[in-house]
């Protein structure tokens, strides 16, 4: 059935499963959902996209809630928008996130050689999903296994995502404002910084015609435990990155995000003296690295943003000073 049309001012759209649907969801009835979200925008990327708001194919039509329709329907849509089968656009009410920072900046360079676009005009979208009403966002695994039993072509591919092809999607439907919940910046502008020194690989041009392979070879370097030394230079460029394309409380993450494009010893002395050069104590708690939530089942990459994250806190002692707070907010006076 239809679903009904809502104000232009409301920020999302949330995902409503009923009771018995929740219990196939754990993730999403907890609300546990990846905090930093990527997107690339590119000119002639599929769906409607503006920097300020973005929104899938039907946004401007009636939204309709995909736990409405009838499973079989709702199979065959969710499998349709994951394919990119050639129509699906038509009347699709969803839009894909991924958690890997590396599967979108390697997508901005497939979408460049690809589409001829100019990577000044190819934009990277992060969003802060807790900026977000709880329920906005679903990760693909649980929706797909819920409705998998509809559709024997969803089952392969769900068995398929079971393999190293994973790369993290988290979905929303209906039109999503993101003007106040996220940054962007061009890839060339990134580039320009040093985008290529932190991860050599991405500056291979014969590579660029590649894309969920290429972020294999990547990944194989993390498997390899082959940690790459980290220079004062790294740092420096991670943070130039982050602050001149990010800016402010995005400063921190940023950086941390940037630097995880490699495996790198999580617990490296030139990041963390890199690091308190630049951020004060009272900078680290902007940023709230105590609330950055990660999935990191067979996402090397986003285990390593993790690892970094929890060794920026340990730097600053936001570790220990949890952990008072805690055992004093847990005294009965």
């Known amino acids: 059935m239809p679903g009904p049309i809502y104000p232009a001012e409301q920020i999302s759209f949330p ?21 930093y979200l990527y997107r690339l925008v590119a000119p002639q990327a599929s769906g409607t996209s503006a920097l300020s708001n973005t929104a899938p194919f039907a946004a401007c039509q009636s939204p309709r809630e995909l736990f409405h329709f009838p499973q079989k329907k709702a199979a065959s849509l969710l499998l349709n928008h994951l394919l990119w089968q050639r129509g699906a656009e038509d009347g ?16 901005a360079l497939y979408r460049h050689r690809k589409d001829g676009d100019d990577l000044r005009h190819i934009n990277l979208i992060i969003i802060d999903t807790s900026l977000f009403p709880q329920g906005t966002f679903i990760q693909d695994m ?25 790369f993290g999607e988290y979905l929303n439907q209906g039109p999503l404002n993101i003007q106040g919940r996220c940054v962007f910046a061009s890839v060339q502008q990134m580039i320009n910084l040093g985008l290529f020194t932190l991860q050599p690989g991405l500056a291979e041009e014969e590579q660029w015609q590649c894309w969920p392979k290429r972020v294999l070879d990547y990944r194989q370097l993390f498997s390899d435990k082959k940690q790459v030394a980290t220079s004062r230079e790294d740092v420096k460029t991670a943070l130039d990155i982050a602050s001149n394309c990010f800016g402010g409380p995005w400063t921190v993450p940023g950086a941390i995000m940037l630097l995880s494009l490699q495996p790198r010893c999580r617990d490296d002395n030139v990041i963390s003296e890199g690091f308190k050069a630049r951020f004060s104590a009272a900078d680290i708690k902007e940023a709230a690295l105590d609330k950055i939530e990660t999935h990191t089942e067979r996402l090397p990459e986003v285990g390593q943003f993790r690892d970094l994250v929890e060794f920026i806190k340990r730097s600053y002692g936001l570790g220990e000073y949890d952990t008072v707070v805690a055992g004093v907010e847990g005294l009965s006076v």
């Open 15 to 35: 995902f409503h499963p009923d009771d018995l649907q929740r219990k196939g969801l754990p993730l999403f009835d907890r609300n546990s959902t990846p905090r």
């Open 92 to 107: 699709c009410n969803l839009m894909s996130w991924t958690s890997s920072l590396l599967f979108a900046l390697q997508y």
């Open 142 to 166: 649980e929706v797909m296994k819920l409705f998998e039993h509809a559709d024997t072509r969803l089952q392969k591919f769900v068995e398929y995502r079971k393999t190293e092809y994973y």
